[in-house]
């Protein structure tokens, strides 16, 4: 079982910056062949991949949407995961959610455990 939160969301104006971080909890060792992925949900659409990371590797991966723009690490020992997400835009208003899963997490399908999902609002 693993629980995830996130934070760090919140009201930034375009083009401004901001960094969402997602927090692990499991009751032993988090598994180094799983990884961490973030997706977002605007609002009246579906859920999106936005980007992943693999434990072991620190392998990433990134939509187009937002590849070259948000960059994703990750921490093994401290369990946190973090997005930092530069040069915001309108259409980046969404729901944020982390979620984990097997080897790289890049579909909603693949993800096992999800967090509750940050607010992030681009608006001048």
């Known amino acids: 079982q693993e629980q995830l939160q996130e934070s760090g969301g919140g009201l930034v104006q375009p083009g401004g910056s901001l960094s969402l971080s997602c927090v692990c909890s499991?009751?032993?060792?988090?598994?180094?062949?799983?990884?961490v992925g973030w997706f977002r949900q605007p609002p009246g659409k579906e859920r999106e991949f936005v980007g992943s990371?693999?434990?072991?590797?620190?392998?990433?991966l990134y939509s187009d949407s937002v590849k070259g723009r948000f960059t994703i690490s990750r921490n093994y020992h401290e369990k946190t995961v973090s997005l930092q997400m530069n040069n915001l835009k309108p259409e980046d208003t969404a729901v944020y959610y982390c979620a984990s899963g097997p080897a790289q997490v890049t579909t909603v399908r693949g993800a096992k455990y999800w967090g509750q999902g940050t607010q992030v609002t681009v608006s001048s």
């Open positions: 499991t009751s032993g060792r988090i598994l180094s062949s799983w990884g």
């Open positions: 990371v693999r434990w072991s590797s620190g392998t990433t």
